[in-house]
């Protein structure tokens, strides 16, 4: 199994920034891709940004050119760098990881909320 545990949410102004961990521990060998989800109240849970073994990042169109994700793959962390915050990425964000299986571990999720 893998455990997940995400850090960084915040209360941040729109226009701000704030940077969120996450650190997988457990099988982490087996892990392949991670990533980041995220649900506002009453919708539904989104991709935001995922990233390879190899770093190959992959974003939702919303937050292109104003979140990058990146990996530490020594320290089995992932990181998603959020700029230019806006009102509407008001979300709990959860870390998630991939495993050969496939099989897919969960983060207990971290909030993050804009105020204009």
């Known amino acids: 199994q893998v455990q997940l545990v995400e850090s960084g949410g915040d209360l941040v102004q729109a226009g701000g920034s704030l940077r969120l961990s996450c650190i997988a521990s457990?099988?982490?060998?087996?892990?392949?891709?991670m990533g980041w989800y995220r649900q506002a109240p009453g919708k539904q849970r989104d991709l935001v940004a995922s990233?390879?073994?190899?770093?190959?990042?992959n974003y939702a169109d919303s937050v292109k050119g104003r979140f990058t994700i990146s990996r530490d793959n020594a320290a089995m962390t992932v990181y998603l760098q959020m700029n230019s915050l806006k009102p509407e990425d008001t979300a709990v964000y959860y870390c998630?990881?991939?495993?050969?299986?496939?099989?897919?571990?969960w983060g207990q999720g971290t909030q993050v909320t804009v105020s204009s």
């Open positions: 457990g099988s982490i060998s087996s892990i392949n891709v």
């Open positions: 990233i390879t073994r190899d770093g190959i990042g």
């Open positions: 998630y990881a991939d495993r050969t299986g496939p099989r897919r571990s």
